[in-house]
């Protein structure tokens, strides 16, 4: 039974380019959770998902940043011109509902770097 | 928005010994969740605890929630270096009884010293 699965791993990206994360959720998972983590910081919420539904984004920056979990396909997280400054391990997290007791499920990752 | 403090930000103990983090809020949880990351790694999650006053104990580690569900702590026993890594507290967001968005606590970075 395959974890949460995020591409890519390693991500180098010049400054003005896009970046584009993806993310799927566990089978029979159908919440979907974006965070990001600075170096030796905590995990900052981003973006909360249900398929084709956008739940709670108060944590996605105004500007440039996009989420979206469609019927098909994994979950996108876009970063559009991007900046030093979003050089950070963004996480993908998942699970089959909310508030159940197995907490949620992560994936390993995909860390940005910004050149 | 709902607000996690964890301390302490770092731990360095000897293999062997003790180690506790404690997570505080300044409203009542729903719930706390603990996960684990090691370095380089994501988070897993570990725990979670529900009911007012509850202890749960996974092998050396005791985990523990405050009778006002504000408080929860992480306890590991006897720390061995599989135990390094940084641990983290997280709340449902938005209070009461709202789910979904997991607000995490600051995290506590511990290092075993053999």
């Known amino acids: 039974n395959a974890g949460v699965m995020q591409n890519p791993r390693h991500l180098v990206r010049r400054r003005g380019q896009e970046a584009r994360l993806r993310c799927s959720p566990m089978?029979?998972?159908?919440?979907v959770y974006w965070y990001r983590q600075l170096p030796e910081e905590g995990l900052k919420f981003m973006v909360y998902?249900?398929?084709?539904?956008?739940?709670?984004e108060s944590g996605m920056p105004k500007e440039r940043f996009s989420a979206e979990f469609p019927k098909e396909g994994p979950s996108i997280l876009r970063i559009q011109q991007v900046v030093r400054g979003d050089s950070a391990a963004y996480f993908c997290a998942s699970s089959p509902d909310q508030g159940g007791p197995y907490g949620y499920t992560f994936g390993s990752g995909t860390r940005l770097t910004v050149v | 928005g709902q607000q996690v403090m964890q301390i302490p930000q770092y731990q360095h103990v000897q293999e062997g010994e003790d180690f506790t983090t404690y997570c505080n809020s300044s409203t009542t949880l729903s719930n706390i969740q603990w996960y684990k990351q090691r370095p380089g790694g994501h988070p897993v999650f570990l725990i979670q605890?529900?009911?007012?006053?509850e202890v749960k104990k996974q092998k050396r580690l005791t985990f523990q929630f405050g009778e006002a569900k504000k408080n929860s702590s992480l306890h590991i026993t006897a720390t061995q270096t599989t135990d390094v890594g940084t641990y983290f507290c997280?709340?449902?967001?938005?209070?009461?009884?709202?789910?979904?968005?997991?607000?995490f606590g600051q995290g506590t970075i511990l290092t075993v010293h053999p």
């Open positions: 089978k029979g998972h159908s919440h």
């Open positions: 997280a709340a449902p967001g938005g209070g009461g009884t709202s789910y979904g968005k997991l607000t």
């Open positions: 605890l529900v009911k007012s006053g």
């Open positions: 998902l249900q398929k084709e539904n956008i739940i709670d």
